[in-house]
């Protein structure tokens, strides 16, 4: 499995993004994560293939995870930006159930991040 995120940038405080992932092989479970300088990984969404979604308590109401049809490419809409959401945003999966948000170790997937910096 081969996970490439895109879409990142910079952003004003405000504004908003959207993250792509492409997706090759097959994944139950997908997941965003994002990681600030000096904190921990932390969950954003997940989605499982019938389309359930899972949001950190913080985060609903501004970010929306997605995926196509295929589930070839996984999105991450964010509305709303503030410097605090700014940091490296990955893409993750797994092959097996429990789509939990709590734990890095659960996905043995993952792209090579893509930045997003919210600043004016």
């Known amino acids: 499995v081969q996970l490439v995120e895109s879409g990142g940038g910079l952003v004003q405080p405000g504004g908003s993004l959207r993250l792509s992932c492409a997706v090759s092989g097959y994944t139950y479970c997908m997941a965003w994560f994002r990681q600030a300088p000096g904190k921990k990984r932390e969950g954003v969404a997940s989605i499982d293939p019938s389309g359930n979604t899972a949001y950190a308590d913080s985060l609903k109401g501004r970010f929306t995870i997605s995926q196509d049809n295929t589930r070839n490419t996984l999105y991450l809409h964010m509305n709303g930006l503030d410097p605090e959401d700014s940091g490296m945003y990955y893409c993750?999966?797994?092959?097996?159930?429990?789509?939990?948000?709590?734990?890095?170790?659960?996905?043995?997937?993952w792209g090579q991040g893509t930045q997003v910096t919210v600043s004016s």
């Open positions: 993750a999966a797994k092959p097996s159930a429990l789509c939990t948000l709590r734990s890095t170790a659960a996905y043995i997937y």
